[in-house]
């Protein structure tokens, strides 16, 4: 795999942008008034291509989208767009053997908005699907991905935060693993303040033939405040006695000694509940390899919390 | 500039300080000795307005303020600073991150401003040395992992950094090697000023004679029961409470 690296942007407005010029892969997309479909299509794997979405929009976004990432392709996409008027994306892809797609999102959407992302995914032999998404939930907010890890070797990595004053989000997650020799490993955390209501529902299927299976899953909650609610229920379907797996869900109120620790020192509560909701996400900020969006991510956080 | 006077305070309902009564003036070091479970923490806690400890009647003054309407915050920013016996481990922040944190809050309140990246890495290094810190433990997240007296080395880093007005250590020097409690010692020693005093809690005569204390109060049963100067604590370390 190369480390030539190709940049280009997909802008949302009236219609939809290309900036950049590609040479054997393709971007189709098509549309206007917000909505938008077409196709991704990598071949070239002598490149890696980062594909920047960027919403200039004033309609809610409608994007219907086939990926499809060639053999030895690396598809990177980043999408650090504010969504002010709601989205609705239906993501299919395909990861053909020893290929790479990284999912990037660090949005924020308008409180009052409806925002909907689903995302259904299916990994070849050796492939690797890193998904990280951080968000500060809207209104209603549902979120779905669909992992299928079809062949030997592929793997799949990702974490997923909420952290949100008021939203109704529900994020579902569904590995399938349908080989053997499959990796998965997700986490996710939120952060439920105001009124807030945040369902994480992650499911892990292991089938009967999939000797040689580690999976992991840890899912945890911060509850904020009286009224906020957080919802984890982790479900295992493992039908193989080969599979090492790790899974854990755990929500509560913050740590009083933690709180109390931070405010004698002068900082305020409000500073503290910040700092201990930073701490809380950034243990995992960790897991993104790729040290500049490592680092946005974190100040995606900071900005939210 | 620290009054306590006729001070009860319960923890979980039980009660544990009985009518204390406690005053410290400017500069004065004052040690506290006791029993385990006497209540030497506890004033600790509610000086420093932990929320679990419950003042049932009483009142404090510091710096001519009522102290029990001010908030942990507050307090810190007033120039009160807690060494914890217990010091607590923040996941996920880094050290330095952290330390710069609570010297820019302290710095806001004096009106000046965030302090400059290079010139703080400065004064860390400089107050990191002088307790014998490897710098790489401000990479880490606060006191996460850290062991028993690199906790302790970390609160009086903090202390060092806050410059603070009064300063509570409560049992600091438990889990200190020798060196380590030789420099903090020093630590302390450098801060004391004609303005600046400490209350030191502590189980050992070993600190007391590097910080020489101006008093030492016996705490026993939520109250103080006999006070005295620095021959009191070695009457103690020979014959115990008991005695
Ligand atoms: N959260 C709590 N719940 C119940 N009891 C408590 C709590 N905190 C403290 N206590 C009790 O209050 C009493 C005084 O505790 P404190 O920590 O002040 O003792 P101490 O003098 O500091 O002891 P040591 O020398 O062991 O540190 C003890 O009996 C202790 O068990
Ligand atoms: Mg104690």
């Known amino acids: 795999m190369s480390e030539k690296i190709l940049n280009c942007s997909l802008i949302f407005s009236d219609v939809i942008e290309l900036e950049g010029s590609l040479t054997k892969n393709k ?50 996409i980043r999408d650090e767009s504010n969504y002010d008027n709601g989205s609705e994306f239906k993501i299919e892809s395909k990861l053909n053997k020893d290929s790479i797609f990284e999912l990037f999102r660090l949005n924020k959407f308008n409180p009052e908005s409806v925002n909907s992302f689903n995302h259904k995914i299916d990994l070849s032999g050796n492939c690797e699907f890193r998904d990280f998404n951080f968000s500060n939930g809207s209104q209603e907010m549902n979120s779905k991905t669909i992992i299928s890890l079809k062949e030997k070797n592929a793997s799949y990595i990702g974490s997923g935060a909420v952290i949100s004053n008021s939203t109704n989000a529900k994020n579902e997650l569904i590995i399938n693993h349908l080989s053997k020799s499959a990796k998965s490993d997700c986490s996710f955390k939120t952060v439920s303040r105001g009124k807030s209501n945040i369902t994480f529902s992650g499911m892990v299927f292991v089938d009967k033939d999939c000797s040689d299976t580690e999976s992991t899953q840890i899912s945890k909650g911060l509850v904020m405040d009286e009224e906020a609610r957080i919802n984890l229920i982790p479900m295992l379907d493992i039908n193989n006695d080969d599979v090492v797996c790790a899974h854990g869900a755990a929500s509560g109120k913050p740590d009083e000694n933690i709180l109390f620790y931070l405010k004698s020192r002068g900082i305020s509560k409000e500073d503290a509940e910040k700092i201990y909701i930073e701490g809380f996400l950034g243990e995992f900020v960790d897991k993104i390899s790729n040290d500049e969006m490592q680092k946005k991510a974190f100040n995606y956080i900071t900005s939210i919390s | 500039m620290l009054e306590i006077k006729k001070l009860n305070v319960s923890v979980e309902d039980k009660h544990i300080l009985k009518d204390l009564s406690l005053n ?43 102290l ?37 809050v302290h710095r806001k ?55 603070p007005s009064l300063v509570i250590m409560d049992e600091t020097d438990s889990g200190l090697d020798v060196d380590a409690l030789k420099s903090t010692s020093e630590a302390v020693n450098q801060l004391r000023s004609s303005d600046r005093s400490f209350i030191i809690i502590t189980h050992y005569l070993r600190l007391l004679e590097y910080i020489e204390p101006d008093f030492v109060h016996v705490f026993q049963d939520g109250a103080i029961v006999e006070s005295g100067d620095k021959s009191l604590a070695s009457r103690i370390d020979q014959e115990g409470y008991a005695g």
């Open chain 1, 27 to 76: 971007i189709n997309l098509k549309g206007e008034q917000g909505n938008f479909d077409g196709s991704i299509k990598l071949t070239d794997s002598t490149e890696r291509l980062i594909v920047n979405l960027i919403n200039k929009s004033d309609f809610k976004i409608n994007l219907s989208l086939n990926i499809d990432v060639g053999p030895n392709c690396f598809l990177e």
């Open chain 2, 109 to 163: 309140k004096e009106g000046l401003d965030p302090i400059d990246a290079g010139e703080f890495l400065k004064l860390l290094r400089e107050k990191s040395k002088r307790l014998d810190i490897p710098m790489d433990m401000h990479s880490r997240f606060v006191n996460t992992g850290f062991s028993g007296g690199e906790k302790k080395k970390n609160e009086v880093l903090q202390m060092d950094l806050l410059n």
């Open chain 2, 24 to 66: 410290i003036g400017k500069g004065e070091i004052h040690a506290i000795m006791g029993p385990n479970g006497s209540g030497k923490s506890t004033i600790a806690h509610t000086l420093a307005g932990n929320p679990n400890y419950l003042v049932q009647s009483g009142q404090i003054e510091f710096h001519n303020k009522n």
């Open chain 2, 68 to 104: 029990l309407e001010l908030d942990p915050s507050d307090r810190s920013l007033l120039g009160l600073f807690l060494a914890f016996q217990y010091p607590i481990e923040l996941p996920g922040v880094t050290n330095a991150t952290y330390l710069k944190q609570i010297v820019n």
